[in-house]
């Protein structure tokens, strides 16, 4: 029983003992303590800052990226209008192209045909009147294989020409 009935002399040195434990730990351990915890409490302050620095940024920079993205989704969608506007100005260019060239030709054609139909009018004429001489030649050579009919043309040939003068 002497274990749980301490005497008093035990009793007063474990207190001295204590007591000088107490005393260096409050003065050297304590402090190195403290400053231990007050360092782990700035670190952690300091993460926590670096954390809430870091994610600010990282906001930041996501507003930024989806600038960047608006911007260039602007861009390109101005890009499209300004390539659509250049295609229907091409098309419409070369649309107007063709109608001149085709309007060109059809003229050129129009002046062909009508200088072919011009040469085929003289040469119709031209084929006409060698046919209508031939045959007034071939008339006239059998009216006049009579004197009697030569001799009037001669008078109304003479006839004529002084009516004219």
Do not use: C
């Amino acid at each position: 029983m002497e274990l749980f009935t301490p005497d008093f002399g035990l009793i007063f040195w474990m207190f001295v003992s204590f007591a000088i434990l107490f005393v260096i730990l409050w003065r050297w351990g304590w402090p190195a303590i403290m400053k231990g915890v007050s360092d782990r409490a700035d670190l952690i302050d300091k993460g926590v800052e670096y954390a809430q620095n870091a994610k600010e940024q990282l906001d930041h920079a996501r507003e930024e990226a989806d600038k960047h993205i608006a911007d260039a989704r602007r861009q390109q969608a101005e890009m499209l209008r300004e390539a659509d506007k250049m295609k229907s100005q091409i098309i419409e260019e070369a649309r107007n192209e063709a109608r001149q060239a085709a309007k060109k030709e059809m003229d050129a054609a129009r002046a062909s045909i009508e200088q072919e139909r011009k040469a085929a009018q003289d040469q119709f004429r031209n084929e006409v009147s060698s046919f209508a001489l031939d045959i007034a030649q071939k008339v006239v050579r059998n009216q006049l294989k009579e004197d009697k009919a030569q001799e009037q043309l001669v008078s109304s040939l003479l006839d004529d020409m002084e009516k004219k003068n």
